[in-house]
DNA sequence: TTCATATGATAGCTAGGCTAACATACAGAA
DNA sequence: TTCTGTATGTTAGCCTAGCTATCATATGAA
């Protein structure tokens, strides 16, 4: 296709609007331009083909013979782009938001009170995609990331959704009755830890308890730590949210809490990326911890 | 047609290039822009649309299937206008050509000459068209305008064509054998003129000739001043161009001609409409007085 | 004649489109 | 395995195509 000979597509546009309507006026509020660009563009064509395309009649303009056919393949080749641009945009209102969540968080916070969302919202299908490290949106295609951290992520839009403190927990059947009030009391205890987490290594340090002098096993995945302190081998320090669900079921009893932490849950998303349905389901997450 | 939910048409083409070429270097190539442009434009789409469109695949990369709908019906689209864009410049390329001209400069100077013209490109087709005024070349569809002036007019582009000082003329049986040198040796004759010529009284007054005190009679027009003076009846003053046909032709004895004149006959054009053969018409015309 | 609304013209503003420059990644040749 | 050519990714910053603001003239209805 050689594009040399094919003027400016704004111009044809404007041109496309102007014999349609028969009027520059009407052309330019069609395309909310001023009247004065539309006379531009269509000047320009003229001087382009060679040939007159729109004349003066009375208070209005009279497309020509030949502008006429100009006219009638361009409305032909813009409604085309019209159909396909369209199209595209209705498919990707049906498709699935695919939102990035820790395994944690879904189990423990989303799933219990994403049926409330499908109740509210059953034209917009979510689709959770479980996910231990911080993703690229772009380049893995994901409308939403749920992430827990102090939300200072470069690339990306993240507003916190909810404080996620250092938590410490243990099942009951470990405690069998120990008082505790804070972590210091924990000393001597068997600790379950997260071997990635060094953000809880220091907090506990910084709460009077040296790890070099306590019996500590570490572990590959927070999973595997959370659920050893379920069977009741330890204790082990989580995310408030992730341990709010456990405490709540009585599964796991809280020991000590992190008060105004600098971590939270943060939401982040691409701006750049027009998705409404994105929107609504993240305004609908924001919206649960109000 | 609703252009708010249609994209930018400039990432649109770039998009069906790139989807044509499999690569955003081959697409950068063919539009004359960077890879870089191409890339951008692709992503912005993307963006809109919510939804990938092209994924990198080894080098190069690859459409995907909602890209290939989008890029099939966007080059169908593009083709269209390709194709009208096409027929429309073929089209002007095989009109005429519109030339206004003076009558006088038309009778005098082109016609005896525009024979060399067809001669020389008969796949060129001139139109002549006879007018007094200045004309607006836009407003009229006017290619060329040939005008006898300083050339000092404001919105076309103008370039001398010949010199066409005042030249004092009368029919041979008027004259009877009177020898001239210069105007002042004509005083006493009947002084034909065009009454809407001040250039000419202006240029006998400077001339020694004191028109208050000669015989004078106004015509409307030039040509019945001329026809007046080839009928015998006085001297007439014509610019030299259109003298020189009469003078060869023994119809008219020059009797003084202006030197270093500030007027000309001008070739008048609108650089900004696109037009190779009126190009090759304007390099004919300088090349008849070179 | 008046008034509303059209186009014509153009100086000047600005943001969309682009480039330049440097990055990483891929694939084939040596 | 290393080197090299060529691909895409990224982004700061430039610049001109596209536009607006403003004032002009022209048209047609009241």
Not at 260 to 270: C, P
Request: hydrophobic residues 45%.
């Amino acid at each position: 296709m050689n594009w040399h000979d094919i003027p400016s597509l704004l111009a044809l546009r404007a041109f496309e609007a102007a014999a349609r309507h028969g009027s520059f006026s009407a052309a330019a509020r069609d395309l909310n331009v001023t009247h004065a660009a539309i006379g531009q563009h269509v000047r320009a064509l003229e001087d382009h083909f060679g040939l007159p395309l729109m004349q003066r009649e009375g208070r209005g303009m009279a497309v020509t013979p030949d502008g006429r056919r100009l006219a009638d393949s361009l409305g032909d080749a813009f409604g085309l782009i019209a159909s396909a641009s369209t199209d595209l945009l209705d498919q990707a209102k049906t498709r699935a938001i695919r939102v990035s969540i820790t395994p944690s968080f879904a189990a423990n916070w989303l799933m219990p009170r994403i049926g409330g969302f499908w109740d509210a919202h059953p034209d917009i299908e979510v689709e959770l995609i479980p996910s231990m490290q911080l993703i690229d949106l772009r380049r893995d295609n994901i409308d939403v990331a749920i992430r827990y951290g102090d939300g200072n992520w470069t690339g990306v839009h993240s507003t916190p959704l909810l404080s996620a403190g250092h938590t410490a927990v243990a099942a009951p059947s470990y405690l069998k009755g120990c008082d505790t009030d804070c972590l210091a009391d924990l000393k001597g205890s068997r600790w379950l830890l997260d071997g990635n987490r060094s953000e809880e290594k220091l907090w506990v340090a910084q709460n009077g308890v040296d790890l070099d002098e306590e019996d500590v096993t570490y572990f590959a995945t927070g999973q595997l730590s959370r659920e050893a302190a379920l069977a009741g081998l330890g204790v082990t320090i989580l995310p408030a949210p992730v341990a709010s669900g456990h405490i709540a079921s009585g599964a796991l009893v809280k020991l000590c809490e992190e008060i105004d932490s600098a971590v939270a849950y943060h939401v982040l998303t691409r701006p750049e990326a027009v998705n409404p349905a994105r929107d609504v389901f993240v305004k609908w997450l924001k919206s649960q911890t109000a």
